[in-house]
């Protein structure tokens, strides 16, 4: 078996249809309270929200193909020889930017990158709310062959839950920000795909903050709420706390 790569960062991209990226972009930008900054690209195509202190982690795009959604780039010392470990895994390589960037797609089929590590290292947590999770949502087929590879790949501990026997949380290094969560679908096949939580201090105040901003309840649970933000992009408010640490 490949060893796990040594992920230094982890990034998570809001991807949007360009034509409702201006509309998704505030929203995100007014929830987090982080301004957006860093514009950048041929066209203003990406941006970054910047937290108030430490290292962002939340990039924006305007994406041309597609409904958009979300996709995480990983953030390494090598991309060709992280890729060459993963590929060993399952994954299949789609394309590179010269020595900086790999596409992959896992073995369920979701995008992401391998990216050349810049230094991001110092994680904030804490606060009313904080991006803090991906949740990766995998048809039943090949939920053993996703749940495998994301858990070798990173080299991070498994941790089930009695209570929702369809839930997987991957125990993050301190230093990373986002936790991995791997849900079983009910659905039989069809493409790996994924959301974002958010971690609350207080999970019905900050329903009420994301519908004030223009987000639409979807379903309610015990332990989280299902939103769609203003594009439509569904995502959780969950009872997680803000300043839960890494391994929780």
Do not use: N
């Not at 490949?2 to 972009?25: K, Y």
């Not at 090598?78 to 890729?83: L, N, S």
């Not at 849900?183 to 019905?204: I, K, N």
């Amino acid at each position: 078996m490949s060893a796990p790569l040594s992920l230094r960062w982890t990034w998570l991209f809001l991807d949007t249809p360009r034509a409702e990226a201006g509309a998704a972009w505030a929203f995100w930008s007014t929830v987090t309270g982080w301004p957006v900054v860093d514009r950048r690209g041929g066209s203003g195509e990406f941006a970054t929200l910047a937290p108030a202190s430490g290292d962002a982690w939340v990039k924006l795009q305007a994406v041309d193909d597609g409904p958009g959604g979300v996709h995480l780039d990983l953030d390494v010392e090598d991309v060709h020889a992280a890729a060459r470990t993963a590929e060993a895994l399952g994954a299949v390589r789609v394309g590179a930017i010269g020595d900086t960037v790999v596409v992959l797609r896992s073995p369920g089929g979701f995008t992401f990158c391998l990216t050349t590590w810049h230094g991001a290292r110092d994680v904030v947590r804490g606060g009313d709310e904080l991006v803090d999770q991906v949740c990766l949502d995998i048809p039943s087929s090949v939920h053993g062959t996703e749940t495998a590879f994301w858990r070798d790949l990173t080299g991070w501990a498994e941790r089930g839950f009695d209570d929702e026997p369809e839930l997987t949380a991957l125990r993050r290094a301190p230093h990373v920000p986002l936790r991995l969560l791997l849900q079983r679908l009910g659905e039989p096949d069809g493409p790996v795909r994924a959301h974002v939580d958010l971690a609350c201090a207080d999970r019905s105040v900050s329903v009420g903050r994301h519908v004030a901003a223009g987000a639409t309840v979807v379903e309610l649970h015990d332990g989280w709420t299902v939103m769609s933000d203003p594009v439509g992009r569904p995502y959780c408010l969950t009872g997680r706390s803000p300043s839960a640490p890494a391994g929780e």
